[in-house]
C-alpha cells in the first residue's frame, strides 16, 4: 500500500467515533470508555435519535464533541444557536455544531415542511446562526434580515450573555459542486460524508473548496477538514467477518440513495444505482449489501486490520483532514478500536 499522503504528520489529526446506537443512560459511561481509548472526539447523527442530546450527556468525558450532522433545514437558527451555545459552555469549548441539509423526501414527507432552494437556505441559516452568536457574545445589534430567515429581537429575558469559551464553530456537510463551495465561502468547517472516494474527494470536491475560499477571500487553515470514512476493522476473522457486512450493508443502503449517485457517477457505477434503489422500494433493505462488490468496498470504505486500516485512511484523507470521523457500521472491540485510534495518532501525531 502507498504511504500516507504527506501532510498528515505535519497537521496532527484528531480522531472521532460516533455514539451513534449507545443507548442514553449508557453515554456518559461510553464517553469515559472511549476517551480511555484515546478516542479524541464523539459525534452523533440524526437518525432515531436526535442529535444535541446525547452529546450533552457525553460532556463530562472531557471528549470534543460534534454533531455530524444535525439536519439543519427543518430547525430555526435561534434554536440551533441556543442547543449550540449550552453545549459549547457545557463541554468548556468543545463542541461543534455540524450541519446538513438532508434531502427532498426527508424534508418534505418526514419533517412535512417545504424544500426549495437548499444551498441559499443552508448559507442564510448559517449567516443568521453567526449573527446570533455575535449579538450574545459581543453585544451586536439582533438585526438579521433575510430571504428565509428574520432576526431582528433579542431582549435580555432572552440573551445568555458572552460565553466564555466563545461561539463554538459551523461545519457544513457537502457533497455536490454549489453546496461544497457555499460551505468553503462562509462555513467554519466541511464535513465529508463518509460515502466517499479518494478520487470523488480530489477530483469533485476539492477544486469547489478552493474556488469558495477564493470567492470569501479565505485561506484552506480557516477552514476545518473533517473526513468521514466507513470503516471495517477486525483483529480476528469473526471480527472482520462482521466488520464486511456492516459496510457492505452502509454501502448498500447509501448507494440506493440517488443524491449519492454523483460519487458512483464518477467511479463508474452510476448505472448500478437504480438496482439499489429498487431494492429500497420493495422494502428489501437485508438484500442492499449483496449487490455491493469487492471493488467498491474497496474504493467507497476502509476494510482490514488496525494498521490496514489507519495506513489506508490517511492515504484518502491526510493530505487534508484535521479530523478523521469512523463510521463504523459493525462496533469492534474496544482493543481493536484503542488500536486503529493509536496507530492513526502514530501516522500522525494527536494535536494538543
Not at 90 to 102: I, K, N
Request: net charge negative; glycine share 10%; with cysteine.
Amino acid at each position: 500500500m502507498a504511504p500516507p499522503a504527506p501532510g498528515w504528520e505535519r497537521q496532527g489529526v484528531r480522531v472521532d467515533v460516533t455514539i451513534v446506537g449507545v443507548p442514553l443512560a449508557q453515554v456518559p459511561g461510553r464517553a469515559a470508555e472511549l476517551a480511555a481509548l484515546g478516542v479524541d472526539g464523539v459525534f452523533t447523527a440524526e437518525g432515531a435519535h436526535e442529535a444535541f442530546f446525547p452529546l450533552a450527556l457525553a460532556a463530562s468525558s472531557g471528549l470534543e464533541l460534534m454533531t455530524n450532522a444535525a439536519i439543519a433545514l427543518p430547525r430555526n437558527p435561534m434554536h440551533l444557536a441556543q442547543a449550540a451555545w449550552d453545549l459549547q459552555e457545557l463541554s468548556g469549548g468543545r463542541f461543534r455544531l455540524g450541519l446538513a441539509s438532508q434531502i427532498r423526501a426527508h424534508i418534505e414527507r418526514r419533517f412535512g415542511l417545504t424544500w426549495s432552494e437548499p444551498v441559499e437556505r443552508l448559507r442564510e441559516l448559517v449567516l443568521a446562526t453567526k449573527a446570533v452568536f455575535a449579538t450574545w457574545q459581543d453585544s451586536q445589534p439582533m438585526d438579521f434580515e433575510g430571504r428565509f430567515y428574520r432576526h431582528t429581537l433579542m431582549t435580555p429575558m432572552f440573551d445568555p450573555g458572552p460565553n466564555p469559551f466563545g461561539p463554538p464553530p459551523v461545519l457544513l456537510g457537502a457533497l455536490g459542486p454549489k453546496m461544497t463551495r457555499m460551505t468553503a465561502e462562509v462555513a467554519d468547517g466541511l464535513l465529508v460524508l463518509p460515502f466517499s472516494t479518494a478520487r470523488f474527494l480530489a477530483e469533485a470536491m476539492m477544486p469547489e473548496v478552493d474556488a469558495g475560499l477564493a470567492a470569501a477571500g479565505r485561506s484552506r487553515s480557516d477552514l476545518e477538514m473533517v473526513c468521514g470514512v466507513i470503516v471495517g476493522v477486525g483483529s480476528d476473522e469473526a471480527e472482520l467477518a462482521r466488520a464486511d457486512a456492516g459496510v457492505r450493508g452502509l454501502l448498500g443502503f447509501y448507494s440506493s440513495t440517488p443524491a449519492y449517485r454523483p460519487v458512483l457517477e464518477l467511479e463508474g457505477w452510476g448505472e448500478r444505482q437504480p438496482e439499489f434503489r429498487a431494492r429500497t422500494r420493495a422494502g428489501d433493505w437485508a438484500a442492499l449489501g449483496s449487490l455491493v462488490t469487492d471493488e467498491m468496498v474497496g474504493a467507497l470504505a476502509v476494510t482490514g486490520d488496525p494498521a490496514t486500516c489507519a495506513r489506508a485512511i490517511a492515504t484518502r484523507c491526510g493530505q487534508l483532514a484535521d479530523r478523521v470521523a469512523l463510521f463504523l457500521p459493525a462496533a469492534p472491540s474496544d482493543q481493536t478500536l484503542a488500536e486503529l485510534v493509536a496507530e492513526l495518532h502514530r501516522l500522525g501525531p494527536a494535536a494538543g
